[in-house]
């Protein structure tokens, strides 16, 4: 018997627009920690982690490990006709084949029931190891979210470049190059506000904006984003929600290639 | 002269390729360009799309709003000509029409007045209007012969609705193409047709290729079943197996050539020699001297190899179309002419880019010319008055009428100061006015849709005489486009900085702030370890996070299943199409396609990804 009451449903709205362009099928594994997926994106390349504590729920019954296969674009359909302040409870029996949704209003006056076919999906669930990171920058989601989508617009790649200085986000393409430099800022009014930078050793590492635009989906979920960033290991892009848990995008470094891929074109 | 035909799958993107549009046509050093595919709005062209010094072009692009019809056809030719003005070079046309019907082109309040082309009296004005909406033929003739720029529409076998406009559009080109060779016109048509005539012509044709109704519609048009058309590259090639001309980029094709031949050049009517009517000349023998397809062509741009990268990227880019020519010998000199006003440069939206220029030249020249004036502008009248010769009082009136045409004004103003070059200009006018009505040929053409030519010909009597002025524009668009392009691209500062910064930080890392990075980055992950603060087992902990990413990244790998044909990764996809399987993913060979003996090529392995609903 699996029982989780959401006060806050729009979170889970929100985390299902983060990932179901990256993730078209997933495993949601619940325990009696909390709610978690871990996925990749059809081209194993990326891989998502999502954490929802149990914490976070205002009921949380959880009698044994259980695993839902889901199709997040379906599921993404199913949690869309549910209001945004309405509280979402998610219940599954034991052995059953379907899991339900159910939404009510914040007057109670309105309860929808939605059941969803699950799937089985193989999946091996991988342990992703906490690592110490050469630098890591804490800065407004929505500013991250703008550099990515700006920098799309003119090439491909980008580069993530910190040193004491900043910050560094770089492109080049067909039309030219591009260079935005964020500088560590905690005189702000608000603390979400803040570009902090911690660096142990400076970095510098490429990757594809197409991933890194499906990240940004997540920016409705935070104010701000973390992203960790070490020569050897992939990047982690890292979305708190709420008080309860974590949306994580890894991803590992595009390798340079050869210099006539970037050079541009005359 | 050299004709050439060249889907480009998106003009913007092929200028961009080569820097500029002069750059891409002198790319083929050919007198016609006929480009499709230009996927361009009207509303869209500018000067550096349309515009390129020494040619002369003529835009047709997509009218319909209808869903998934905006944007994408869209046809346009380009002539290169040592100059636009009374001239007597062939390529230069001496009329030009947007669609085949005769019915574009005209505004809309003077609907009455457009003309339907001869031979096209059945079909009704929608019909006609319809396959004409989307952008898909310019006419331009060149005195010995008409040619059509078509972009043939493409339907798919599920499609009744494509299937039918179509059809239609073929139906309402061949009375079209019939009425002009009852005259004794010559034909070129060039395109993208969208029909592989002939087994021979499609990398896998099945036994029933050639049955298809279009396929069968195309081959009776050929002089081999007693139609009218010679298909030119047969006809010089007439054995040629794998001779394609387009590839189909989702699947990778071009890599095994494993295309289809429907990039085009037609021609029907008789040779340009006295003694046409003697057996054996036609114009494919005596006119034709080769005609190939151009599969050396860039059509992308260069260094992006290798093209197919297994399959990531399903849109190739780049055009999925080769260039096809052919060259003509002994086409001679035609009577003196002027570029018809269809011609880019008369374009509102181009000139409105060179009336703001004009405002400093004008400045200049505003001193020196007061005294002119009166006679120039009265030239001017001159002009128009003659270039209307057959009809005065209707060409006056429709010169009045705003149409299309809403730059108006503001040339009127700017030629009372263009004094020079307009007393000049004239002077050519009226000998280029004489000479078109004296050649009957010409105004036979022009007798089939007199209310169009006439009107066109007033409007440009009144523009020509601004086109001195504004001559040199372009050229300096394009210098300045091309050494923007041309700027190059260094990324200094992201290797310097590092390097400059590199040594102090390092140091700091052994010296002093271990101790605070740990308790910093711990205090969230394993703070009992780190409490010690050792640097080595740190450093430990890292290199087992580095081996637990390595065996992650290696499990993921593996988890794409392996083809059954090269044992190599595959490519996951998404079902597209509307049905059961919907939105459900599967793996196939990341190989491009190709003909199935060609082991190096496409597997066919499939496989759904491993999901499926739960049994009950």
Redesign the interface.
């Known amino acids: 018997m699996l029982e989780l009451r959401l006060v806050q449903g729009s979170l889970l709205k929100k985390v299902l627009e983060a990932i179901k362009d990256l993730v078209?099928?997933a495993n949601f594994d619940c325990s009696a920690t909390g709610f978690s997926l871990q996925a990749?994106d059809?081209?194993?390349?990326a891989?998502v982690a999502l954490l929802l504590r149990s914490e976070g729920f205002e009921h949380y019954r959880c009698d044994r490990n259980i695993s839902m296969?889901m199709?997040l674009?379906n599921m993404s359909k199913m949690l869309k006709c549910a209001g945004n302040d309405d509280i979402i409870t998610i219940k599954a029996d034991d052995g059953s084949?379907t899991v339900t949704f159910m939404f009510e209003s914040p007057t109670q006056d309105k309860i929808s029931d939605f059941e969803m076919?699950?799937?089985?999906?193989?999946s091996?669930h991988?342990?992703?190891?906490?690592?110490?990171?050469h630098a890591i920058v804490r800065m407004p989601s929505a500013e991250f979210a703008r550099i990515c989508k700006d920098l799309a617009s003119i090439g491909d790649t980008v580069?993530i470049?910190v040193?004491?200085?900043g910050v560094?986000f770089?492109t080049?393409g067909?039309?030219?190059?591009a260079?935005i430099v964020l500088r560590q800022n905690t005189t702000v009014d608000k603390p979400e506000e803040a570009t902090i930078i911690?660096?142990?050793?400076?970095v510098?590492l490429t990757f594809a904006l197409r991933y890194m635009n499906s990240f940004t989906k997540a920016t409705p979920l935070s104010n701000t984003v973390t992203i960790s960033l070490?020569s050897?290991?992939?990047v982690v892009v890292e979305y708190k929600i709420a008080e309860m848990g974590y949306i994580r995008f890894y991803l590992?470094p595009k390798i340079e290639e050869d210099e006539?891929?970037t050079?541009?074109?005359? | 002269m050299k004709i050439v035909t060249y889907n480009v799958n998106g003009l913007r993107q092929r200028i961009s390729q080569f820097g500029s549009l002069s750059k891409l046509l002198n790319s083929f050093d050919a007198d016609i360009i006929c480009i499709q595919e230009t996927k361009l709005r009207r509303q869209e062209l500018t000067a550096d799309l349309a515009i390129a010094d020494g040619y002369e072009s003529f835009f047709s692009c997509t009218r319909t709003s209808d869903k998934g019809r905006t944007g994408y056809s869209g046809v346009a030719t380009f002539c290169r000509v040592k100059s636009a003005f009374s001239s007597v070079e062939a390529a230069l046309p001496i009329a030009a029409e947007e669609g085949f019907t005769g019915l574009l082109g005209c505004s809309r309040k003077d609907e009455a007045a457009a003309s339907v082309a001869e031979g096209l009296e059945e079909f009704s004005r929608e019909e006609l209007l319809k396959v004409d909406s989307e952008g898909r033929c310019i006419i331009t003739d060149h005195g010995h012969f008409v040619l059509f720029n078509l972009y043939g529409p493409r339907a798919e076998s599920d499609d009744a609705d494509r299937i039918q406009f179509k059809f239609n559009f073929l139906k309402i080109l061949q009375k079209r193409w019939e009425s002009l060779l009852r005259r004794g016109r010559r034909i070129f048509v060039l395109g993208d047709l969208n029909i592989a005539p002939c087994a021979i012509d499609r990398c896998d044709a099945g036994p029933d290729f050639e049955k298809n109704e279009f396929r069968t519609w195309f081959r009776s048009m050929l002089v081999e079943s007693g139609g009218h058309f010679f298909d030119v590259f047969r006809a010089k090639n007439p054995n040629r197996r794998e001779a394609f001309t387009c590839w189909p980029s989702n699947t990778g094709a071009e890599q095994f050539n494993y295309g289809t031949r429907i990039d085009h050049i037609l021609c029907a009517g008789s040779c340009l020699h006295e003694e046409h009517d003697v057996d054996g000349h036609n114009l494919v023998t005596c006119h034709v001297e080769e005609c190939n397809i151009l599969t050396e062509y860039k059509r992308w741009k260069p260094g992006n190899a290798p093209r197919w990268k297994g399959g990531w990227n399903i849109k190739l880019e780049g055009s999925d179309h080769a260039p096809v020519y052919t060259s003509l010998v002994e086409i001679p000199d035609v009577s003196r002419h002027s570029t018809p006003s269809l011609a880019a440069r008369y374009l509102p939206m181009i000139h409105g880019l060179q009336t703001l220029v004009s405002v400093f030249k004008r400045r200049q020249a505003a001193k020196q010319v007061q005294s002119h004036l009166v006679s120039s502008s009265f030239s001017d009248e001159n002009i128009m008055v003659g270039g209307c010769s057959h009809s005065v009082n209707r060409s006056i009136t429709n010169c009045n009428v705003p149409g299309t045409y809403t730059s108006c004004c503001s040339l009127d103003e700017d030629c009372e100061h263009t004094i020079p070059q307009v007393d000049e200009q004239s002077e050519d006018l009226t000998e280029e006015v004489a000479c078109n009505t004296s050649i009957a040929f010409n105004r036979e053409y022009v007798s089939s849709m007199p209310n169009k030519e006439t009107k066109k010909r007033a409007r440009k009597s009144q523009q020509l005489s601004l086109r001195s002025f504004f001559q040199k524009i372009p050229n300096q668009d394009n210098t300045v486009d091309s050494s923007t392009t041309d700027t190059s691209t260094n990324q200094p500062g992201v290797v310097d900085s590092n390097d400059q910064s590199q040594e102090a930080p390092v140091m700091d890392y052994l010296g002093s702030s271990p101790k605070q990075n740990d308790t910093k980055l711990c205090a969230s992950s394993q703070g009992q370890e780190a409490q010690d603060g050792n640097c080595y087992l740190e450093k430990e902990r890292n290199n087992v996070a580095l081996v637990e990413w390595q065996r992650i990244q290696q499990l993921m790998q593996n988890s794409i299943p392996l083809c059954k044909g090269h044992r190599e990764p595959c490519v996951s996809r998404v079902v597209k199409k509307p049905g059961p399987t919907f939105g459900h993913r599967f793996y196939v060979c990341a190989r491009a396609e190709g003909p199935s003996s060609n082991p190096e090529a496409n597997c066919g392995y499939f496989r759904w990804a491993s999901v499926k609903s739960r049994p009950k």
Do not use: F
């Open positions: 078209t099928d990749m059809s081209s194993h390349v891989l296969g199709n674009n084949d076919k699950l799937m089985d999906i193989d091996e991988l342990g992703i190891p906490e690592a110490e990171y580069v470049s040193t004491k200085e560094k770089s080049r067909d039309i030219g190059t260079n911690e660096m142990n050793e400076p510098s070490s050897e290991l992939p590992a006539d891929e050079k541009p074109q005359v």
